[in-house]
């Protein structure tokens, strides 16, 4: 399975910005997909996550309420819409899937597969 990231740039605060991943190879075998960040000097975090019908999903609080992860099989994309950006959300974004499905899928180490990443900058 290889994921491909797209649609990170430069937003001001309290703009909004979409990025999206596309999936290809054996996608048949991919259950959780999901959405982490690495800003500078940190470690990698979860922000979101989604199951393969697409009808659960989970936030990190950090981003709950500004932020919604979709998933379109058909094409086999998943995308993070952000809403409300904040400059503390400047960070790389990578796509991550895996096989095994997991109520929470929060910990970097049960993903299988990772998207090379893409910048999002918010500036105040």
């Known amino acids: 399975v290889q994921l491909q990231a797209s649609g990170g740039g430069l937003v001001q605060a309290g703009g909004s910005l979409r990025v999206s991943c596309a999936a290809s190879g054996r996608t048949d075998s991919i259950n959780d997909m999901g959405w982490f960040r690495q800003a500078p000097g940190k470690e990698r975090e979860f922000v979101a996550t989604?199951?393969?019908?697409?009808?659960?999903?989970y936030y990190a609080d950090s981003v709950k309420g500004r932020f919604t992860i979709s998933r379109d099989n058909a094409r086999n994309w998943v995308h993070l819409q952000m809403n409300s950006l904040k400059p503390e959300d400047t960070a790389v974004y990578y796509c991550a899937a895996k096989h095994i499905h997991t109520v929470m899928g929060v910990r970097v180490s049960t993903y299988d597969y990772w998207g090379q990443g893409t910048l999002v900058t918010v500036s105040s």
């Open positions: 989604i199951d393969r019908s697409g009808l659960t999903t």
